[in-house]
């Protein structure tokens, strides 16, 4: 029987182990469609409200499973909608197929209606293989080299494929001169470096006296491995944000998160320390690590290209994060000396106290944002998935919540896009549907697009086995990250035409679309409203009417942004009372000199 190009599309990507597609439709690429729904089944396709979420849900289904992610779009328009989405896959190293419609093959060149040249598109996004198809016997190895360069390499793939072609009669290669005879499958390398240079590894951090660990996404499936070698060490962990579930918090030298939307442990840790361990991770601002010449430094890394770009590290290693920490583990000399453990235990303990108190601070103009992750913290099941968006929430999703054991958490990290929240939300919960999710969500972001995706979780929720799916939305009515970006960064007061967003009733409109809502403007009933939403039989929308005059400020502020500060909040911010009120609460100490915290 004779099938079509599609329909041998769907064959090969399920027999590339390929269960489940995030997308949405159109006319230019109706012939692939045509074949999803003849395979009844065999490859789920969940529909997204726009081609963006799809591609942000492949990328999260990639970091929440480790598969290859497979997102889908009509020409011209949806493949467009896909860039941003597949931007974050790429910047965060995750392997994502990206099939998209193109107009049939003998109008391409004619300024055709939604002819958009593709493969220039997606030259920059998908550089490592964007290939655009013209005859039936070539979309096998199409299809074979877009999935294995995608997972071989963890990179962004696209295949384009014109729409007459996708309904031909597909053909195998001939044997002939010209043809390619590809065929399906890779298993992952085991990669660690030689004992040479694991001995010159170990013996960096065998010398050193004051060791700093710093974990990133690559340190995700290496948790004992990073416990038992920073137990040897007498070392602190910090953690990148793609890195926050690596460990757990309750171990006392974890320091929490670093940089911007970091402790100020994790700070110290690197300021202070004779050597640098870093693991997995592209964490991007070097200010944050070690000064250069203070430490002697030690990387991990599965990709070359990441190796010595934020701290000129005195050894190189290319490896898997837990087979070369398990190999480098007999090579190190436990360490007698426990006073620098004992410092960063003292100052966690002390950081823990700080995070509190600033967390049970009541707001001046609603809910002290804060409280609102300090309150899930200790509730959190240990198999949760928690996502956040970018934006103040990042930050209270940095610091506040603490990661048990067994979790998983994530966000658009290199990209740090608004709108992921809720796609990546979604993706979790496909992809392990007896986990409760929960997303933490600003509002402008919400408007952004993750409130349309909420009707994604109206149409699918039924299917999941544990209904529990929960979105955090702090409705502060502002772009609040980007607002304290311009008084703090910029020294400008808050400009309200940029920065001012209308409030919209987040709870109702959860309600309306058969979600559960509830709204909360009481800081002492956010503790009661977690539980009532762990607890729920329906998915959950939590709208907070969040205080914008809480400073998600970063952990160590410079004389230059302390000055910038405090001479916006003397130029006319519309905030100015309020501000300088709950900054005092928070951190004045920190951000106007000769003021205590
Ligand atoms: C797509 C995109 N546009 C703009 C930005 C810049 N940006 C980062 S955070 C932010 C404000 C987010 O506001 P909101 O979602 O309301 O969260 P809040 O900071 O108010 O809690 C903006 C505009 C971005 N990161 N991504
Ligand atoms: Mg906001």
Request: aromatic share 8%; with cysteine.
């Amino acid at each position: 029987m004779s099938i079509t190009v599609g329909d041998f599309l769907i064959d090969r990507l399920h027999a590339w182990g390929v269960r489940r597609i995030y997308g949405y439709p159109g006319d230019g690429i109706n012939g692939v469609f045509g074949a999803l729904n003849r395979a009844k089944g065999k490859i789920e396709f969940i529909q997204a409200r726009h081609e963006e979420m799809a591609a942000f849900m492949a990328s999260a289904h990639a970091k929440f499973t480790g598969e290859l992610g497979v997102c889908i779009a009509t020409s011209g328009p949806g493949a467009a909608h896909l860039i941003t989405g597949l931007y974050d896959a790429r910047l965060d190293h995750m392997p994502v197929l990206a099939i998209v419609g193109q107009q049939a093959r003998a109008a391409l060149g004619g300024h055709y209606q939604q002819e958009v040249d593709l493969q220039a598109m997606f030259k920059d996004v998908a550089g490592a293989f964007a290939q655009q198809a013209s005859v039936p016997s070539q979309i096998r190895h199409l299809v074979d080299r877009a999935v294995r360069t995608a997972i071989g390499e963890r990179k962004v793939t696209a295949l384009i494929l014109p729409n007459d072609l996708q309904d031909l009669e597909y053909e195998a290669p001939a044997r002939k001169h010209g043809t390619l005879h590809s065929g399906v499958g890779f298993s992952a390398p085991k990669v660690v470096p030689y004992a040479n240079d694991l001995q010159r590894a170990a013996d960096v951090l065998n010398a050193g006296k004051k060791v700093a660990i710093l974990v990133g996404a690559g340190a995700l499936q290496a948790t004992d491995e990073v416990i038992a070698i920073a137990e040897k060490l007498g070392a602190g962990v910090a953690k990148a944000l793609l890195g926050k579930a690596a460990l757990p918090d309750d171990l006392p030298y974890v320091t929490g998160s670093i940089g911007l939307l970091g402790t100020e442990p994790s700070y110290k840790l690197m300021t202070e320390c004779d050597t640098l361990l870093m693991i997995g991770s592209g964490f991007p601002y070097s200010e944050f690590l070690p000064k250069e010449g203070q430490a002697r430094g030690v990387q991990i890394d599965i990709k070359p290209d990441m190796l010595s770009i934020r701290y000129p590290m005195e050894v190189n290693l290319v490896g898997d994060s837990a087979e070369t920490l398990r190999a480098l583990l007999p090579l190190l000399e436990e360490k007698t000396d426990h006073a620098w453990r004992k410092d960063i235990e003292g100052w966690m303990g002390d950081w823990w106290k700080k995070l509190e108190k600033r967390a049970l601070e009541a707001g001046t103009t609603g809910v002290n944002p804060q409280r609102t992750v300090w309150e899930l913290s200790p509730r959190v099941p240990s198999n949760a998935i928690v996502t956040s968006d970018s934006g103040s929430c990042a930050n209270w999703y940095a610091r506040d919540l603490k990661v048990k054991r067994g979790m998983m958490c994530s966000l658009s990290g290199g990209l740090a896009s608004m709108g992921a929240a809720v796609p990546y939300a979604i993706a979790a919960k496909f992809a392990h549907p007896e986990r409760p999710v929960i997303a933490l969500v600003g509002d402008g972001a919400m408007q952004m697009n993750n409130m349309a995706e909420l009707i994604t979780v109206s149409k699918y929720w039924k299917q999941w086995s544990d209904p529990r799916w929960i979105c955090m939305v702090l409705n502060n009515e502002d772009l609040n990250q980007v607002t304290w970006e311009q008084r703090v960064m910029n020294g400008d007061p808050k400009f309200e035409a940029s920065q001012d967003i209308p409030s919209v009733p987040y709870h109702r409109f959860a309600e309306m679309i058969g979600l559960r809502g509830f709204y909360v403007d009481d800081a002492e009933r956010m503790a009661a409203v977690w539980d009532e939403a762990l607890a729920s039989d329906r998915p959950v929308v939590i709208e907070v009417k969040a205080d914008p005059n809480v400073p998600p400020l970063p952990p160590h502020i410079t004389l230059q942004q302390a000055k910038a500060f405090a001479t916006t909040l003397f130029e006319g911010d519309p905030n100015q009372r309020n501000v300088i009120i709950d900054t005092a609460k928070q951190v004045i100490g920190a951000v106007l000199p000769g003021h205590k915290d």
